[in-house]
């Protein structure tokens, strides 16, 4: 029989992770292997209610669950919010195009994360940690709200303690017990340890966050064609038929959701 | 190609062949008070025609339509308001026991508007299976357009208003019958079996109808001068020129969102897909969507990059002359007017293209 490109198939909830007030890992484990490249994205079916899509935050090498961390936000999120251990939930994907590992290798790789962005970015990280011979350097520079807002805080502790790995996060508004950095994320856009010459970037985060680090890569010197952007539109979907989620002559669900700034930087109103 | 001679008489005959094995669906005639007065000579026709099935249908009611039906017959045949595409996590697909639909009346402009309903629904990212069903049964019984709608303008995108190809039978009227085309296999068959009321086709009918066929090319031609629409080769360039005209703002003054223009549209494509509730039985539909509807864009977060009504014409417009061309070549309007004829707020296409043309080509200063 020939897959009917709207079905799910059934994926229950193996493990729920409360990462801040606000957002939760779901780690699913799907009737039948589910294999993605990172920056790839899936559909999630809430049963009854509907579906949207969620780029997975786990490692793409493990093939037998999937993670995906979620933020409270809409009609579906708040509902899976709700839902427990053991619920089923559905899921269809990958889709879309990931991010292009091969043109990262040899470079320095500077990462820019903001928010619940940095989900597809841990799953990129995972996949950039084993096989670190073939990059030159991880430069994490991630923003959150604030302290409590921060996702995925131990690791982010973890990861810092690697070779050629350099992280530093920063909040919009801190708290007594924070000694990090203040200020929003493209504040700490400078003096990085990153040779331009030899650097890609790649942003994820709200699209607000993502107009001005883009703007700042830009003039730090990083060619349009090497700042790789996650773009969010509204989707159905996810196969480039329902029509939701154009930008100019690309869907992002079909072309994207990884574009370069290079081919959209002709666009107008990409950020809205 | 194959064409025959089937006179007036026996059109019911040919009717009751195709209804055997298919669910016939007929144009009949919604008569209407108005006839539409051009600013010069022509007077033309505002009745409209709807495709009904044949079977709920008086004979007498059936009309050959002289132009093309009320509803966008590509989109309505092939992908249904609301249509069911799976339930969830089943394994099996459910074998409809229906006849396969057969439309009569459908014009050369819906048959240019299957080709981007295909690109949208065949290629790319896997088929959706519902659409590729009706579209490998659906029997296509095109028609010559004798007459136009003021509203219709096929020919000023270098569309006839005749069918040379994606049909099964093509009707052509010409004296007391009407010349036949026959395009596939399938059909050849059919016409096998009525061997007894087709007859076929001489020189002097098939150029008959050539003569019949360029004498409404030009006539359309006359209408279509008075509104200066620009040629399907300017239309990528002025839209996106066109950016930021004043003229999306000016007309979206008396749009009142209704959505008449996207649902009616034969080329517009978007749907939405939403799950109905376990009690009703857990089916994904997929369900018509529109740009020039509010919330088409709008995100879980709130964010609305189509939050304006100018922007959401505007995007219809990048989608329709930008987005397709590139991915496919073609526009996507087939210069059928039903956006034209449904809006109540008379917002024009033509013109709309027309004034984005003049704007980059003949500016006022």
Redesign the interface.
């Known amino acids: ?2 897959k ?7 994926a229950k909830i193996l493990d729920i992770i409360q990462e801040t007030p606000t957002i939760k890992t779901f780690v699913l484990k799907p009737e039948s292997e589910l294999s993605f490249r990172t920056g790839e994205f899936i559909e999630l ?1 809430v ?6 899509p969620f780029t997975p935050s786990s490692d793409p090498q493990v093939t037998e669950s999937l993670a995906l961390t979620i933020m409270n ?5 708040s509902k899976l919010h709700n839902m427990n251990k053991g619920e089923v939930v ?1 899921i269809r994907g990958p ?1 879309g195009k990931g991010y292009p590992l091969d043109k990262f290798k040899g470079k320095d790789v500077l990462i820019v994360g903001g928010g619940v962005g940095l989900a597809p970015l841990r799953s990129l990280l995972f996949s950039l940690f084993s096989d670190m011979d073939n990059y030159h350097k991880v430069v994490l520079r991630y923003g959150a709200r604030s302290p409590a807002d921060i996702v995925f805080k131990n690791s982010l502790h973890e990861w810092s303690k690697k070779k050629k790995v350099d992280i530093v996060t920063t909040v919009d508004v801190g708290d007594s017990s924070w000694k990090g950095s203040v200020g929003l994320v493209t504040t700490i856009l400078k003096d990085l340890p990153v040779d331009m010459k030899n650097a890609v970037s790649i942003v994820c985060g ?2 607000i966050m993502m107009k001005f680090a883009n703007l700042k890569l830009l003039d730090l010197g990083f060619a349009p064609e090497d700042i790789y952007l996650s773009m ?3 989707m ?2 996810g ?6 989620c ?1 930008i ?2 690309y869907y992002v669900c ?1 072309d994207g959701p990884v574009f370069t700034y290079g081919q959209l930087k002709d666009i ?2 990409i950020w ?1 | 190609m194959e064409t025959y001679f089937l006179k007036n008489e026996d059109i019911f005959k040919f009717y009751d062949r195709i209804a055997e094995d298919f669910q016939l669906y007929v144009p009949v005639r919604i008569k209407s008070p108005l006839k539409a007065k051009c600013e010069y000579q022509f007077i033309l026709p505002a009745d409209d025609y709807l495709l009904k099935k044949y079977s709920e249908v008086n004979k007498e009611e059936v009309v050959f339509n002289e132009y093309r039906s009320v509803e966008p017959a590509a989109r309505t045949f092939f992908t249904y308001f609301k249509e069911e ?9 459910k074998k409809k026991k229906d006849k396969p639909a057969a439309i009569c009346g459908i014009k050369n402009c819906d048959l240019f508007s299957l080709k981007i309903q295909d690109f ?2 065949l290629q ?6 519902a659409y590729k069903a009706k579209r490998e049964t659906t029997l296509i019984i095109s028609g010559d357009c004798p007459g136009f709608k003021e509203a219709c303008f096929c020919r000023a995108f270098d569309i006839n208003p005749h069918a040379s190809e994606g049909f099964d039978f093509n009707f052509s009227p010409l004296n007391n019958g009407y010349l036949i085309d026959v395009g596939t296999e399938r059909a050849g068959k059919i016409a096998q079996s009525l061997k007894d009321i087709l007859t076929p086709a001489t020189f002097g009918q098939i150029s008959g109808r050539s003569t019949k066929r360029e004498s409404v090319i030009k006539r359309l031609e006359e209408h279509l001068s008075y509104h200066k629409i620009p040629k399907k080769e300017a239309l990528q360039e002025i839209v996106l020129s066109g ?1 930021n005209s004043e003229v999306w703002r000016e007309q979206m003054l008396t749009c009142v969102e209704c959505g008449g223009c996207v649902f009616m549209c034969d080329t517009c ?11 009703e039985g ?1 089916r ?1 539909l ?1 369900v018509w ?1 529109g ?1 020039l509807l509010k919330n ?6 709130g ?1 609305n ?1 189509l939050k304006m009504r100018y922007m959401r014409l505007r ?1 219809r417009y ?2 329709k002359f ?2 397709f061309i ?2 496919t070549g073609l526009q996507a309007c087939c210069g059928c007017g039903r956006c034209i004829d449904v809006c109540p707020g008379h917002i024009d296409i033509r013109y709309i293209l027309r004034r984005l043309y003049e704007e980059k080509y003949l500016p006022t200063h």
């Open positions: 029989m020939k009917n490109i709207y079905q799910p198939i059934e079916t049963p009854g209610l509907g579906e949207a936000v809409g009609l579906v999120t559905g889709y709200p699209p969010e539109k509204s159905s979907c196969l480039g038929k329902c029509g939701h154009r100019g002559k079909k107008h109103d809205d | 595409v799976c339930g969830y996590f089943e394994g099996e697909e949208v629904f790319g990212t896997g088929e959706d299976s950016y494509h978007c749907f939405l897909l939403t799950d109905e509730p376990a009690e857990s994904r997929r969507d740009c088409f864009m709008k995100v879980a977060g964010a990059p995007n990048m989608k930008d987005y590139d991915n």
